[in-house]
């Protein structure tokens, strides 16, 4: 066994700036989280990161303090290198890149959403999931395939977070969880449109369409009512498809949408039929956060994939499947 | 008149059961879109009815395009079925691996211009793999299966239907699959003319260095 080793992580993709510390054996040391809250509207790119900006000292020296540990002790900084916003992918990077030639240490470049799957696995157990990847910024559903977490389906336009936190802005409730919540009480379903295409979904003429009924005059709580429930079905349909043509036997939902209570309902409800295990990353680290950079991190570092500072650049379109997943053959599928 | 008897469950599919019945002397097929559990009976009612009801419709368009598929029979909106020909063959799948080289090149041509009048006429079949299409004992052409289909003439989705059945044959026919694409297109460009063809080539080239397709369909 190789001793072990300690990454810090740093992660800037969009709203969040948060900084991990988490050892090679998978002991999650720190994590420490800062979120920046638009006071109206959605997420200004500029403004978060001059946000990320004021609060980037504050944050390496918290994680560190929490972590019990100095600098020294770091063995690899890791950031997260896309997808996300440029503007508050360049705070991270640079700040990593600062870091990592100070500490004379190797430079990690972490996908956002690997890193999502790669906590989600390593808090919740699973082994080999189909994972429904569900955030503000993302819709996809992936699977560990021949090396690389392929994409099985994602959405054409909007993500799914994105349409409810739109919808319940322009509805004047706020973001998700608001529009679930007053959902409860509704009583009455309006048809939608339910775009499916496979495994891939769309959901801009969705939103657009729960708008027109609010301006109807339609009631709110039927309104929120069929927008999460068709947003909801889309989501498990189209996990379902993805189930059966991988036939793996467990799901994982991780991103902030997995803290939906509905969503898992459904989803437990639809794996019973096919006699699959429901995994959900547990809210700490549903949403954007350090702890999930550093722990892909330190995987990258088990496995050799490093970075060299001078070709460390942010990619704000980084896909999932540009990255070989080295680590998953290392030893079984851990 | 007798209630039709099921004789075979033919598959499972994660939308629909299909199974092939027995009725007054004849095979029919049934292909019955069971209710999901996890969705709200009103929404899982209206989703079903909606797509039997497309499904209904892209049959009946294509007989009038020309395009062999199976015919409709009688449409259950209550129980979302639709009961359709049985049509008796093999499918494409199965028959490549028997049939020698002339034949091939022959019905790949056939096949050509049978989804040349399909997209000619603004359908997609969205899921166009050797195991959709069936060779009766004439060896005259059959598509099967529209549940994933759509109404479109964007090129992007055209290309899919090819690039589906393109992969379909690199996986299990890799041998053949560069001589059977080369007289299918023949026969498609027989139909949408040289230009289109190869616009949506050029697409289809696109959609395989994304590799989004990588593992779908094949």
Same mark, same amino acid.
């Given at each position: 066994?190789?001793? /072990?080793?300690?990454?810090? &992580?740093?992660?800037?993709t969009?709203?969040?700036? %948060?900084?991990?510390?988490?050892?090679?054996?998978?002991?999650?040391?720190?994590?420490?989280?800062?979120?920046?809250?638009?006071? /109206?509207? $959605?997420? =200004? +790119?500029?403004?978060?990161?001059? =946000?990320h900006?004021? =609060?980037?000292?504050?944050?390496?020296?918290?994680?560190?303090?929490?972590?019990?540990?100095?600098?020294e002790?770091?063995? %690899?900084?890791?950031?997260?290198?896309? +997808?996300?916003?440029?503007?508050?992918?360049?705070? &991270?990077?640079?700040?990593?890149?600062?870091?990592?030639?100070?500490?004379?240490?190797?430079?990690?470049?972490?996908?956002?959403?690997v890193?999502h799957?790669?906590?989600?696995?390593?808090v919740?157990?699973?082994?080999? +999931?189909?994972?429904?990847?569900? #955030?503000?910024?993302n819709?996809?559903?992936?699977?560990?395939?021949?090396g690389?977490?392929?994409?099985? $389906?994602?959405?054409?336009?909007? #993500?799914? &977070?994105?349409?409810?936190?739109?919808?319940?802005?322009?509805?004047?409730?706020? +973001?998700m969880?608001?529009?679930?919540?007053?959902?409860?009480?509704?009583?009455?379903? =309006?048809?939608?449109?339910?775009?499916?295409?496979?495994?891939?979904?769309?959901?801009?003429?969705?939103?657009? !369409?729960?708008?027109?009924?609010?301006?109807?005059?339609?009631?709110?709580?039927?309104?929120?009512?069929?927008?999460?429930?068709?947003?909801?079905?889309?989501?498990?349909?189209?996990?379902e498809?993805?189930? !059966?043509?991988?036939?793996?036997?467990?799901?994982?939902?991780?991103?902030?949408l997995?803290?939906?209570?509905?969503?898992?309902?459904?989803?437990? !409800?639809? #794996?019973?039929?096919?006699?699959?295990?429901?995994?959900?990353?547990?809210?700490?680290?549903?949403?954007?956060? %350090?702890?999930?950079?550093?722990?892909?991190?330190?995987?990258?570092?088990?496995?050799?994939l490093?970075?060299?500072?001078? /070709?460390?650049?942010?990619?704000?379109?980084?896909?999932?499947?540009?990255?070989?997943?080295?680590?998953?053959?290392?030893? $079984?599928?851990k | 008149?007798?209630?039709?008897?099921?004789?075979?469950?033919?598959?499972?599919?994660?939308?629909?059961?299909?199974?092939?019945?027995?009725?007054?002397?004849?095979?029919?097929?049934?292909?019955?879109?069971?209710?999901?559990?996890?969705?709200?009976?009103?929404?899982?009612?209206?989703?079903?009815?909606?797509?039997?009801?497309?499904?209904?419709?892209?049959?009946?368009?294509l007989?009038?395009?020309?395009?062999?598929?199976?015919?409709?029979?009688?449409?259950?909106?209550?129980?979302?079925?639709?009961?359709?020909?049985?049509?008796?063959?093999?499918?494409?799948?199965?028959?490549?691996?028997?049939?020698?080289?002339?034949?091939?090149?022959?019905?790949?041509?056939?096949?050509?211009?049978?989804?040349?009048?399909?997209?000619?006429?603004?359908?997609?079949?969205?899921?166009?793999?050797?195991?959709?299409?069936?060779?009766?004992?004439?060896?005259?052409?059959?598509?099967?299966?529209?549940?994933?289909?759509?109404?479109?003439?964007?090129?992007?989705?055209?290309?899919?239907?090819?690039?589906?059945?393109?992969?379909?044959?690199?996986?299990?026919?890799?041998?053949?699959?560069?001589?059977?694409?080369?007289?299918?297109?023949?026969?498609?460009?027989?139909?949408?003319?040289?230009?289109?063809?190869?616009?949506?080539?050029?697409?289809?080239?696109?959609?395989?260095?994304?590799?989004?397709?990588?593992?779908?369909?094949?």
């Amino acid at each position: 066994m190789a001793e /072990e080793k300690i990454v810090l &992580g740093i992660e800037s993709t969009a709203h969040t700036l %948060g900084f991990g510390i988490v050892s090679t054996t998978g002991k999650i040391l720190a994590n420490v989280n800062y979120v920046y809250k638009p006071k /109206e509207g $959605g997420i =200004h +790119p500029r403004e978060a990161a001059q =946000h990320h900006s004021m =609060h980037a000292a504050r944050g390496v020296m918290e994680a560190l303090r929490r972590a019990g540990i100095s600098p020294e002790r770091i063995d %690899g900084v890791a950031f997260s290198a896309g +997808p996300g916003m440029g503007p508050c992918l360049r705070v &991270g990077a640079t700040l990593a890149r600062a870091l990592a030639l100070k500490l004379n240490k190797p430079l990690l470049a972490v996908n956002h959403g690997v890193a999502h799957i790669e906590i989600g696995r390593l808090v919740t157990g699973a082994r080999d +999931p189909v994972v429904l990847y569900i #955030a503000g910024g993302n819709t996809l559903i992936t699977a560990y395939l021949d090396g690389r977490y392929r994409i099985f $389906g994602e959405t054409l336009d909007i #993500a799914a &977070g994105n349409c409810l936190d739109a919808f319940g802005i322009e509805a004047g409730i706020g +973001p998700m969880p608001n529009p679930e919540v007053k959902a409860r009480e509704g009583r009455k379903i =309006h048809p939608l449109p339910y775009r499916v295409k496979g495994m891939d979904v769309s959901f801009s003429g969705l939103l657009t !369409a729960a708008l027109k009924l609010l301006k109807k005059g339609i009631r709110i709580e039927d309104v929120c009512l069929s927008i999460t429930e068709t947003v909801y079905s889309m989501l498990t349909e189209t996990l379902e498809r993805a189930l !059966a043509f991988t036939e793996k036997k467990e799901i994982l939902l991780v991103g902030g949408l997995a803290r939906s209570i509905r969503l898992r309902q459904m989803i437990e !409800a639809m #794996a019973k039929l096919h006699d699959a295990k429901v995994y959900v990353v547990p809210p700490e680290y549903a949403g954007d956060n %350090g702890a999930m950079i550093a722990w892909t991190g330190a995987l990258q570092l088990l496995s050799g994939l490093v970075i060299r500072v001078e /070709e460390s650049v942010v990619k704000p379109k980084f896909r999932i499947d540009e990255v070989e997943v080295k680590w998953r053959n290392l030893n $079984g599928s851990k | 008149m007798e209630e039709p008897k099921r004789i075979q469950v033919i598959r499972i599919g994660a939308e629909a059961i299909v199974s092939k019945l027995r009725w007054n002397g004849f095979d029919l097929i049934s292909k019955h879109r069971v209710p999901k559990p996890y969705r709200i009976p009103e929404l899982d009612r209206w989703i079903r009815d909606k797509r039997t009801i497309h499904e209904a419709k892209i049959l009946v368009e294509l007989k009038r395009a020309g395009v062999p598929a199976p015919a409709i029979i009688l449409l259950d909106r209550s129980s979302s079925t639709i009961y359709m020909q049985y049509i008796k063959g093999i499918e494409l799948k199965k028959a490549l691996d028997e049939l020698d080289p002339v034949r091939i090149e022959k019905i790949a041509g056939k096949l050509g211009e049978i989804v040349g009048k399909m997209h000619l006429r603004g359908i997609v079949h969205g899921d166009l793999t050797t195991s959709n299409v069936i060779l009766d004992e004439t060896e005259k052409i059959y598509l099967i299966d529209f549940g994933l289909s759509s109404v479109s003439d964007d090129v992007e989705e055209l290309a899919v239907d090819i690039h589906l059945l393109d992969r379909s044959l690199e996986s299990a026919h890799h041998k053949i699959r560069e001589r059977f694409m080369k007289h299918f297109l023949l026969g498609y460009s027989k139909i949408v003319g040289r230009d289109r063809t190869l616009e949506i080539l050029r697409k289809v080239k696109e959609i395989r260095m994304r590799g989004r397709y990588v593992k779908r369909g094949g």
